[in-house]
Every structure is written in C-alpha cells, then in structure tokens.
C-alpha cells in the first residue's frame, strides 16, 4: 500500500496563477484532510471531506477551494495563489471506525509563491 | 484561547536520558482525544501515541508514554531512553467531535523541537 501520497512535492507559483494539489489514499478511508503549515504555527486545517462527494471548511479557509469527486481523492485548488499562501501543504486520511483516529499524512507539498 | 498550548519551543536532552514534553489543552467536549505526532527534518507526520479521554491507563508505545492527567488538562509525552533519531519536532493535538459535520477534527498545538545531545 502506497498509503496518502500528494502530487506535486514541490510548486513555484507567480502571484495570480491558480495550481490544484492532488492528494490520493488507498486504505478506502472515509476522511480527507487539507492542512498548512507555516513556521511557528504548527498544523492548520483548511477544509476536510467526510465522504465523497461532501467537503466541509477548517479554521483557514479561505483562497481555498476542494473536491471529493471519488473517495480515494481529495483535491485542493487555489485560484489565485497570494505570497501568503506560501507554506507547506499537508494531506490526510483516516478511518470511519470507533477507536481508531490517527490520521495518516501524506509526505507534504512544498508551495511557494513569488 | 489556545486548544493546544506547548510552551516549550525547544528542548535538549541527553542521550539515553528520559524528557518530557508538554501539551495542556482547553476543551468543554466530555469526549476528545490526545495525539503525539513526530516530525523529523525529513518533514513527514509520523504518529506516535494516542490517548482517548475515557481511557482509564496512560497510552504507552514502546519508548513513548503520554502522562495524561484529565483535572490538569495536561497530556505530556514522556521519551524514556532518548536516542540520536528522536531529534525532531514534536506536535501535540486535540480530536474534537464536529457534530455538524459527522466527523471530528485535529488541532495541533505549534509544537516542540527536541535535540537529543550526544
């Protein structure tokens, strides 16, 4: 099992240009997170997927936008891409069992914008 | 207010000693849960330990236990025998319910980083 892998690992974007990072799990997980994380701040949830189809919004919503068109993606665009939103972007997954919460992370996408 | 406070940002220890890092946290949800996760230079998550808040014994994995006292809302992680390979940076996080959306969420506190000292 590859586990939740993200594509791309590194992205060079100008201001205004708009990406999509891909994140794709193979352990048929219910949940899909999008986090960022920026220096001294720890992790921050962006927006995550209870299933597929749903998407839902985190603590950093915004400039953001996501897709669950099938289950073992989890897409999140930027349409716009700002200076700010320079960071390190973390995917993962987790189970829809009881007692079972680790969520799985994939290696990270390293985004800059100039 | 902070859900995850670590007020340690850096921490030495000597190899094979013991240390503990510190996460308090600040929830009214009678249901939650602790993680640990690791984060080498490398920059992947690797999880840790886990502790539920109904759990009636402190989590331990291997070389790791979570010092969970519920009244203090603190949860420290205690790294007994430290070795060259725990130097990395240590995140404490909260699981909440959402209930509005089925599903619960994590928020990391801005985490720890450990030089283990030859």
């Known amino acids: 099992n590859a586990g939740v892998t993200q594509t791309p690992k590194f992205r060079v974007l100008k201001t205004g240009q708009s990406m999509t990072l891909l994140c794709a799990q193979d352990?048929?997980?219910?949940?899909m997170y999008w986090y960022r994380q920026d220096p001294g701040m720890g992790l921050r949830l962006i927006h995550y997927s209870v299933g597929e189809g749903t998407t839902a919004k985190g603590e950093v919503p915004d400039g953001y936008n996501v897709s669950r068109l099938k289950k073992q993606n989890f897409l999140l665009g930027l349409e716009s891409a700002a200076p700010s939103q320079t960071s390190v972007y973390f995917c993962?997954?987790?189970?829809?069992?009881?007692?079972?919460?680790?969520?799985?992370f994939g290696p990270g996408t390293r985004l800059t914008v100039t | 207010a902070q859900k995850i406070t670590q007020t340690q940002p850096g921490m030495f220890v000597q190899e094979k000693e013991a240390v503990t890092l510190d996460c308090t946290y600040d929830t009214s949800d009678p249901s939650y849960g602790l993680f640990w996760y690791k984060q080498p230079s490398s920059g992947e998550m690797i999880f840790l330990i886990y502790q539920g808040s109904y759990d009636q014994q402190n989590a331990t994995e291997g070389r790791y236990s979570l010092n969970f006292q519920k009244a203090r809302k603190s949860a420290n992680l205690v790294i007994s025998a430290s070795q060259l390979g725990d130097s990395a940076m240590y995140f404490c996080a909260m699981r909440e319910e959402d209930s509005g959306a089925g599903s619960y969420q994590l928020t990391f506190g801005k985490g720890t980083k450990l030089s283990v000292i030859p």
């Open positions: 993962a997954s987790s189970p829809f069992l009881a007692g079972d919460y680790e969520q799985y």
């Open positions: 352990m048929n997980h219910e949940y």
